[in-house]
Structures are given as C-alpha cells and as structure tokens.
C-alpha cells in the first residue's frame, strides 16, 4: 500500500500568506547593517494553522517514555515523575547563578549537602562529590582519585587496571583516557568474574578493578566479596560501577561490598528525564581513605554559634543553632573536572525523587525492578535462548537468534518491535551475547505493560519462523523505514532542501 505523505511546512508556502501579524512599531526603528539582510534567503510563508500542524504532526512521530514501555537495556528509561520537574522549575532556583556569594544561595547549598549526605547513606562511602557532569566523566573521576592516591602511597608503578568482559563499555575508555592500560577479565559460566583468571592478573602494577555489578548481563555477581579481597590483597582499589545501582537501593550497600569509589548516574537510577545526550550528572563516592582526594569544591556545613549557645536555651526549648553552608577544597583534591558545581537541575530532580520515597520506597524501587525483569524473562525464555539461566536482577539478556529462524538476526526483530508500538531495546551488547537483546524493563512498569512487550516478543518469534520476510522489512508504519546507519553518520544530511 503506497503511503500518503502530507507536504511539509516549506511545501506550502505561499507568498504574502502570514502566520502572526505584528504590532505597530511603538519605537523608534533601528538600522540593520546590510551585511545581516538576506534578500535571498527562503523563509516558508505560511499560515498559523499550517505551523501548529505541522509541528503537532512532528511531535506524533516521535516515540518517548510518556507515550509506551522503552526497555533500553542498561539504560534504565524508567517514568520520570513530573513533580522532579516542578521543583526544578522553583525561581529560588531558576534564578540563582553559580558565582553569587555563599550567603545568598543557601539553599541551594542546603540542597546539594543533603544530596550528598542521602547518597553517603543509600551506598555506605564516607564522603560523596556531586561534580561529574555523567556516568562516564564519573568513571573517569573516580579513575583519577585512585591514580591520585596511589600515588601519594609511592606505588607510582601501577600503570594496569582490570575490566571484566561483562562490564559497562565506557570503562575501557575511561581508562586509557587516564593513561592506564586495560587487561579483560572473563566471565564464567554463571556469568560472574572469572576468579581463576583474576587471580593470573593479579601484580603489583594493579592499580585495580572496575566492577559493574550488577553487571550488563543483569546479574549480582555471586563472587563479588572475594574479587574485592583479592584485589585488595594485591594492593589495588576497587572501582564499582554505579549505573545499575537501581537494583540495590535499600538492599546492599556497594561500600559493604568492599567498593571503594563508584559513580552514581543521577539520571538513571534516580530519575532525571536522559537520553539523546542529556542531561546527566555523575557523582562520585569514595570510602573514608580516598575522602581527601574528591573532586572539589564540596558543600560542607558549619555550625554557627554551638559553643554559645549551648546551655542557655530556657525549659521546655530547643537549642538556637545555626547553620551556614560553604564550597570547600579536599585536602587533596584532583581539583575541578566540571565548570562550577556540576549539573545542579539533575541535583534538584534526583533529591525531589528521594525525598519522595524515602527509604522503603527506594527499597520498593529495586525490588520491583527485579520482579519486572524476573517476570519479563520468565515469559520469553523458552522461546529466545537465554545464555544465563538464573536469576537476574533489574534486566537480562537473551540471544535474538532463533533455532527455527536462522536467517532472522536480532536486528530484525528490535524492528518489528515498532510495528507493535514497543521501543526496541538494546542490540548487540554486551558482546559477550551472540545477537545480544538486553532488555531492562525498569520499576515503572506496569503488568499490562509487561503482558504487552512479552505476547509482541513472542508473536515475532512465530512470525520469524512462517514469514520471515515480515520482519526484514520491518518497521512497517513508520515515516522512514530501515536507515543507512553508518552512511548517515560518515555523510550527514544536516538540513532539509526543496526539490529542485
């Protein structure tokens, strides 16, 4: 069936037809250099009918969380609460800038020390930078403070980190931007770290392991207190990789864990609207040792007047004290990676989310997180390979390649996703997975929800096998169908030009 396309804006200009008609100038007129006008330049005249349809039917082709289930595997595409972004929107906060005298933004203060001090509790560590501006430039902060601290130690030969095969793809980069080298750890056949072939990296060149746990096959890695012993017996530091912290929160604390720095993704776990590049924020928290190391500056609190004012509050009253708020310098801090403080809109939605919950509610969050995934694998497993056949946590990862299907790749299958209106998730990662489909359902699901993603991943399954076609040439009913991926990125289009 040949699609009907309705012309675009610049398709229906018409000379001398409006969309706003402006007031009588009430002021003098200023002279625009000639250089700034362009007789020649082709501005759609068109009405405002036609401009508010044209952009409402843009906005219906673009699919988002509001609209449907967006199982992004390790990516963590949950509902944002709309509240997170009313109190982003307070003018005690939209109006405040970064280089006003501490005396005049002390809330905003407040808010980013009771930030700090929440995270302190949610994972154990000792002391907490809210600086990093995303999960990735949090890596690589917390790669920094271990090379800074190491350093101090005199074990300047340390020049190796560990990364398991299951982790996080950014950890590499993060390392080698650091000036370290990377040695791959593997998997075993339970999808955990490999301890025989940690135990054959172990040197005295280790400056230590990053662990993404639970890792990007969805799995609490069973051996994860002993990795840590036996790094820490080789003298290394442990780097936890904090992106799926929204499967622990209120069960364990990576600190307990034998974690020594690790980065929060403020806009995945605690639910800062992400994706198409931002925004992000990556704190970073260390465990009591590394403290004076932190990126700074860091909000720390003063008490004003205690020693006054203690004893001399009358029966029955509490103590008059105050507190004041202040940006101070580690010891020996790593110095800035961000300009000013860090991303303080994500800081304000994150705290909104917590406060929200509190601590049973962030308990409630893993915990159905795990029961979405748990369930979602459930209902998919028999008929898609599951390479890791145990429990997971808050995703997992199946192959998207079918017995009865040979030719059908997970490609195709993400593709077909669209036609049942569910975004695909995550393809091709880990690589671990052969035809690798991760697929994170988040807390935020609903069992409707689930119900739907589960029958549309299993009726593709059949129609793989009777009509596979079908699938290669999915999707279906959208505006553009398959793209040249990498020709789009090596030969950019980057404007719409009228047919000549």
């Known amino acids: 069936m040949t699609k009907i396309v309705e012309p675009l804006i610049f398709e229906l200009s018409s000379p001398g037809r409006v969309g706003a008609v402006l007031p009588e100038l009430d002021v003098p007129p200023a002279d ?112 920094l403070i271990m090379r800074a601290y190491l350093c101090d130690q005199g074990e300047t030969q340390r020049d190796t980190i560990l990364i398991p095969d299951s982790a996080h793809g950014t950890n590499p980069a993060s390392t080698s931007m650091a000036g370290f080298k990377v040695v791959e750890i593997k998997s075993d056949e ?17 400056v230590g392991l990053m662990l993404t746990n639970p890792n990007t096959l969805g799995l609490f890695d069973e051996h994860v207190c002993e990795v840590s012993r036996l790094v820490h017996e080789a003298g290394g530091l442990m780097y936890g990789d904090g992106a799926n912290m929204n499967a622990m929160l209120g069960i364990v604390k990576p600190a307990d864990l034998g ?45 004003v007047g205690e020693e006054e004012h203690a004893g001399h509050a009358h029966e029955g009253e509490e103590e008059m004290v105050e507190v004041f708020f202040r940006l101070v310098m580690p010891a020996k801090s790593i110095g800035r990676v961000k300009t000013f403080y860090g ?91 052969p035809e690798a489909l991760m697929i994170e359902p988040t807390e935020t699901e609903s069992l409707e929800s689930l119900d739907h993603f589960a029958d549309a991943m299993l009726r593709i399954a059949e129609e793989a096998k009777t009509n596979p076609e079908l699938l290669h040439e999915a999707p279906h009913n959208t505006p553009v169908s398959r793209l040249d991926e990498v020709g789009a990125a090596r030969n950019p289009i980057l404007r719409w030009k009228p047919a000549e």
């Open 343 to 433: 991303h303080f809109g994500v800081m304000i939605r994150a705290y909104t989310y917590i406060r929200m919950l509190g601590a049973e509610g962030m308990r409630r969050v893993a915990e159905d997180a795990v029961i979405n995934a748990n369930y979602l694998m459930a209902k998919i497993k028999k008929v898609y390979p599951l390479p890791y056949d145990r429990l997971c946590k808050h995703e997992f990862v199946v192959e998207g390649k079918l017995k009865d299907a040979p030719n059908v790749r997970a490609l195709d299958i993400s593709k077909r996703l669209i036609d049942y209106g569910v975004h695909p998730p995550t393809n091709y990662f880990p690589l671990i997975v």
């Open 190 to 206: 339970r999808g955990n770290v490999d301890l025989e072939h940690l135990k054959a990296n172990l040197n005295d060149r280790v």
């Open 32 to 143: 625009i250099p000639a250089e700034l006008c362009r007789a020649d330049l082709p501005l759609p005249e068109v009405s405002e009918v036609d401009v508010v349809r044209h952009f409402v039917r843009l906005s219906r082709m673009n699919y988002g969380v509001d609209l449907g289930m967006y199982p992004l595997g390790s990516c963590t595409m949950k509902y944002n609460p709309k509240v997170n972004e009313v109190a982003a929107r307070l003018p005690g906060f939209v109006y405040t800038h970064p280089y006003q005298p501490e005396d005049q933004v002390q809330g905003n203060l407040q808010l980013m020390w009771e930030l700090q001090e929440m995270l302190k509790a949610i994972s154990g560590f000792a002391g907490v930078s809210l600086q990093p501006a995303a999960g990735a430039h949090g890596e690589l902060t917390g790669i």
């Open 259 to 303: 974690i020594d720095v690790m980065h929060f993704n403020l806009h995945k776990t605690f639910s800062t609207p992400h994706g198409g590049g931002g925004p992000g924020s990556g704190p970073v928290g260390v465990v009591e040792k590394l403290v004076p190391y932190l990126p700074g500056p860091i909000v720390d609190i003063q008490v």
